[in-house]
């Protein structure tokens, strides 16, 4: 009998991706920055940047800075705007042949449906990722993330305008998520990507001085991984029909592969192309691999199949067995 290859293509309750593996929001640019670098073959799709309504300028200089446990950036949604957008970036983005996802944020939930109207009939568009961690200009400029009714509020306006499934991008939150996401399901969203950077500051000491513009910023890469299947494992766990796409700290295929046993049913990588432009091909290649050596032969073969140890009836509960810090 003919052993059959791995096969990525997943099957995201009904939007079809070529790869288990994209590239995540703000790592990719329109593609044209990584030239010969970049390797589509075998990736499932590319993320957009986050686009708005109107052209943002961003935040001050410096945007990024390395830390010890990562890297901490604060763009603060700088884009041409949507129309801008639409006629430059995306097309470049579409002629790689990949699916696309775009990214949207507004300060409203009005300028969250305006720009997602302006992405009508624009090419190569599979599907609309909603930016939370911006600031309500509605209300008194706190994250969206900060009020689970207003993530629900917004999430479902672009869904009901939206002509292509909407993801959620929701970040690690320590209590509520699950809450959070079965909100944002219900308010009519495809699906829910986590998690988002994870808010954070770092200090030049020498310099006296805040290292980035913007005081603080998000952190990512391989410190937030762990944050990360944990958001992941809560919510498939309590729902398991809502398709997740997992992103943070994945380097490798087997990264990758950790998020997909803890229940995502396709993963992002972002912070690994900043270094490596070629790291989305590598997971993929990567994820491949492991599946061949367990002798699988898709994705979904994995999906929330991490074994856990059954919890005793009289076992301690996670806050009441202390820790660390």
């Not at 970040?171 to 808010?199: K, Q």
């Not at 270094?275 to 999906?303: E, F, N, Q």
Request: with cysteine; hydrophobic share 45%.
């Amino acid at each position: 009998m003919a052993v059959k290859d791995v096969d990525l293509a997943v099957d995201l309750n009904g939007l079809v991706l070529p790869g288990a593996v994209l590239v995540a929001s703000g790592c990719f640019g329109s593609g044209r920055e990584l030239g010969d670098l970049f390797e589509a073959r075998g990736l499932g799709g590319v993320v957009s940047r986050t686009v708005t309504a109107s052209p943002r300028k961003g935040a001050p200089s410096p945007r990024a800075a390395e830390t010890p446990s990562g890297l901490l950036s604060m763009v603060g949604l700088q884009n041409p705007g949507a129309d801008a957008f639409v006629a430059d970036d995306l097309l470049h983005m579409a002629s790689l042949g990949l699916p696309v996802i775009v990214s949207v944020a507004g300060g409203s939930v009005e300028e969250y449906v305006r720009v997602t109207a302006m992405l009508d009939g624009a090419p190569g568009v599979v599907a609309v990722e909603v930016y939370l961690a911006g600031p309500d200009e509605e209300l008194d400029g706190q994250a969206f993330t900060a009020r689970p009714e207003r993530c629900a509020e917004v999430t479902g306006a672009v869904a009901r305008r939206a002509g292509v499934p909407v993801f959620a991008k929701l970040p690690a939150m320590p209590v509520g998520l699950v809450d959070v996401a079965g909100a944002c399901a219900r308010a009519g969203v495809h699906g829910v990507t986590l998690i988002d950077g994870v808010p954070g500051m770092a200090v030049d000491a020498d310099e006296l001085a805040s290292s980035l513009g913007a005081v603080e910023g998000f952190l990512s890469g391989p410190a937030v991984r762990p944050l990360a299947l944990r958001a992941v494992h809560e919510v498939a766990s309590a729902l398991p029909e809502l398709p997740i796409m997992g992103v943070g700290g994945v380097w490798t295929g087997r990264d990758a592969a950790e998020l997909l046993l803890a229940g995502a049913w396709a993963v992002q990588v972002g912070t690994a192309m900043l270094t490596d432009p070629a790291a989305a091909g590598r997971v993929a290649s990567g994820l491949a691999d492991y599946l061949r050596g367990k002798g699988l032969v898709s994705p979904s073969d994995i999906r929330g199949r991490m074994r856990a140890p059954a919890v005793r009836p009289d076992a301690p509960s996670r806050f009441e067995s202390g820790g660390s810090a």
